[in-house]
C-alpha cells in the first residue's frame, strides 16, 4: 500500500472498507445514503463533519484516519499511546481496588489541588500530565475513600468523580471510547454517593459528548435533554452551579443537534444556553467545566458552521467581545473556536485569513490538532487555492492536511 497520507480521503475509505464490506453494508453501518458512500470513495465532493464522524465510527477508526493525518496502525505517538496506558490501569485498578503499593495517601486538600491540575493539563492538551495527575488522585483517593466517612467521605467522593470524569474526556478525545464509558461509570457510582446533582448533570455532559463522538446523534441529544430537564434551574433564583450545569447541558444538545442538521432544535438548545450564561454574567469553572457568555458565543459559532450557516457563524465571531478572547479561556477551547472560524472563513471565499487562522492553530496546539478532524477539511478547502500554503501548515505540526 502507498504512503497513507499520499492516498485520496476516498482510496483511505475503499481501503478501511476492506473486501468483507460492501459500500451498502458501509452505508447501513453508518446511518448514511448509498450515494454519499459511493461519492465518497470516487472522491465526489465535500464530506461534512458529521458524515465523517458517521463513517469513523462504522468503520471502527478515527476521523483523523480518513482524513490522512494518522495512520490506521500508529495513531497516536509513543508518549501518548504510553499515557493512555497509564491512565487505563489506573482507572481500572482504582475502581476494582487493586491498590497495594499505595502507602499513606494525600489529604483531601491535596488530592483536591492535584485533581485541579489534572484539569488545567487537560485544557492545555498535555496528555502525559493528565494521566501522571489523575492516575496519582485515582490510586491514592480510593484508598483514603476506603477508610473515612462523613462528609469528607462526601467530598472526596467529587474529587474523585470530577477525576474520573477528565479521564474520560482525555481517554474520549482520542477515540478510547471504552475506557471513556468506563471512567465515566465510575464517576457516576461517586457522583450519587456523594448526592450532589450538578456533578451529576456534568457527568452527564460529558456522555453527551461521548456518544457525539461515536456518531450517535440521537442519544446525545436525549442523554444532554434529559439531563438538562432534571436540573433545569428557575433563572430568578437559581444558584450559579445549576446555572452552569444546566447552559452547559443546552450546549451538549445543541451541537449534537447540529450535527443531525436540525437547525431548529439546536437553535432552541443554545438560546437557552445563551439565557443560563447571561443569567450568570460571567464566565466560570467548576469542576474542570467552563461556562459563560464567551463560552456559549464560541459553541454558538462552532453549531452554525455545522449547519452550514457559515454567514451567521461570521457574524457571531465578529463581534467586538469575541475578538479578542479572554486570557480565562483554555488552549483547547480557543483552538477549537479557531478552527470553526477558519472553517465558514473558507465556505466565505476568505482564504487568506482561513490560512491566517489555521496557522494561529498550528503554532499554538500542534500536538493537539494531530487528533482533529476539521484541519483535514479545511486544508483540503485551501489546496483548490494554494497547495504551496497548505503544505506550509502541515510542515508547521508534522501532519499532512492534504495528500
Avoid at 468506563?182 to 456534568?202: H, R, Y
Wanted: with cysteine.
Amino acid at each position: 500500500m502507498s504512503n497513507w497520507a499520499d492516498l485520496t480521503t476516498g482510496k483511505r475509505i475503499k481501503h478501511l472498507r476492506g473486501s468483507d464490506l460492501t459500500q451498502q453494508g458501509l452505508a447501513e453501518a453508518a446511518g448514511v445514503s448509498l450515494a454519499l458512500v459511493q461519492k465518497a470513495e470516487q472522491d465526489r465532493g465535500e464530506l461534512s463533519v458529521g458524515s465523517l464522524l458517521k463513517l469513523a465510527n462504522a468503520l471502527k477508526t478515527d476521523v483523523a484516519v480518513i482524513l490522512g493525518q494518522q495512520s490506521p496502525r500508529r495513531g497516536m505517538n509513543r508518549d501518548d499511546r504510553a499515557a493512555l496506558r497509564h491512565l487505563s490501569d489506573a482507572v481500572h485498578e482504582s475502581a476494582l481496588g487493586q491498590w497495594d503499593g499505595v502507602g499513606d495517601p494525600s489529604t483531601l486538600a491535596e488530592l483536591t489541588e492535584v485533581r485541579d491540575l489534572a484539569w488545567a493539563a487537560y485544557w492545555a492538551s498535555d496528555t502525559a500530565k493528565v494521566s501522571s495527575l489523575a492516575s496519582k488522585v485515582l490510586m491514592e483517593g480510593q484508598v483514603r475513600l476506603n477508610s473515612t466517612t462523613g462528609t469528607e467521605r462526601a467530598r472526596l467522593a467529587l474529587v474523585l468523580a470530577s477525576t474520573y470524569r477528565v479521564a474520560a474526556s482525555c481517554a474520549n478525545g482520542f477515540g478510547h471510547r471504552d475506557l471513556a464509558l468506563s471512567a465515566l461509570t465510575s464517576a457516576k457510582l461517586l457522583a450519587k454517593e456523594a448526592a450532589d446533582p450538578v456533578m451529576s448533570a456534568l457527568l452527564e455532559s460529558t456522555l453527551s459528548w461521548i456518544y457525539l463522538r461515536g456518531a450517535k446523534m440521537p442519544r446525545a441529544v436525549s442523554v444532554a435533554e434529559r439531563a438538562a430537564l432534571a436540573i433545569e434551574p428557575s433563572f430568578s433564583r437559581a444558584p450559579r452551579p445549576e446555572l452552569l450545569a444546566y447552559g452547559r447541558l443546552m450546549i451538549s444538545a445543541a451541537v449534537a443537534a447540529s450535527r443531525r442538521e436540525d437547525e431548529r432544535a439546536a437553535d432552541d438548545y443554545i438560546s437557552q444556553a445563551l439565557a443560563a450564561a447571561a443569567r450568570l454574567g460571567r464566565d466560570e469553572k467548576l469542576y474542570g467545566t467552563h461556562f459563560g457568555p464567551t463560552a456559549t458565543k464560541a459553541e454558538a459559532v462552532g453549531i452554525q458552521v455545522a449547519l452550514k450557516n457559515y454567514g451567521r457563524a461570521l457574524q457571531l465571531a465578529d463581534q467586538p467581545d469575541m475578538k479578542k478572547l479572554p486570557k480565562s479561556m483554555s488552549k483547547v477551547a480557543r483552538n477549537r473556536y479557531r478552527l470553526d472560524v477558519a472553517l465558514a472563513q473558507c465556505e466565505a471565499k476568505l482564504y487568506d485569513r482561513a490560512a491566517d487562522t489555521l496557522t494561529e492553530v498550528a503554532l499554538d496546539a500542534p500536538e493537539w490538532v494531530r487528533h482533529q478532524a476539521l484541519p483535514g477539511v479545511i486544508g483540503k478547502r485551501l489546496a483548490k487555492v494554494s497547495v504551496a500554503r497548505v503544505r506550509n501548515i502541515s510542515e508547521l505540526i508534522g501532519v499532512p492536511l492534504i495528500a
